[in-house]
């Protein structure tokens, strides 16, 4: 797996990540537990049987995560130079242990660097979907890419 360079990127361009991830109840206890999140929706699984979720709910962050992640070999996966931010980030349906996660991907933004002549700066807009084909994470992307090398 490797990335476009920046030079090779249009507005428009879309892409279908083929790594798919089912979320495990392990991935969701180890994300927890290493960010030191104690929340019991995604903890305790009486406290979320008596939410309006009925079961664990899976830690948003690790959505967000996995999301990138997802998305990074066909995005940056070698001409990366930096991530530089996330934007307009929202979480519009649950994700819950044993939910099916797939991520495509839109340029939405080009232009050259101002400090670095052989970089560009890319936005993609990203959306994770799940099984039943409802988007559970969707946002925004920044990061500066290579150049292809002359």
Partial sequence: MTAKYFDELQVGDRLIHPIRRTVMEADNLLWSALTHNPQPLHLDAEAAKA???????VNSTFTLSLMVGLSVGETTFGPLVANLGFDKIVLPHPVFIGDTLRCESEVVA?????????AGIVTWEHRLS?????????????????KRPA
């Fill in 51 to 57: 939410s309006e979720f009925g079961q664990i709910l």
């Fill in 110 to 118: 080009l232009r050259e660097s101002q400090s670095r002549p052989w």
């Fill in 130 to 146: 799940n099984q039943r084909d409802e988007i559970v994470c969707q946002g925004l992307r920044t990061a500066m890419l290579k």
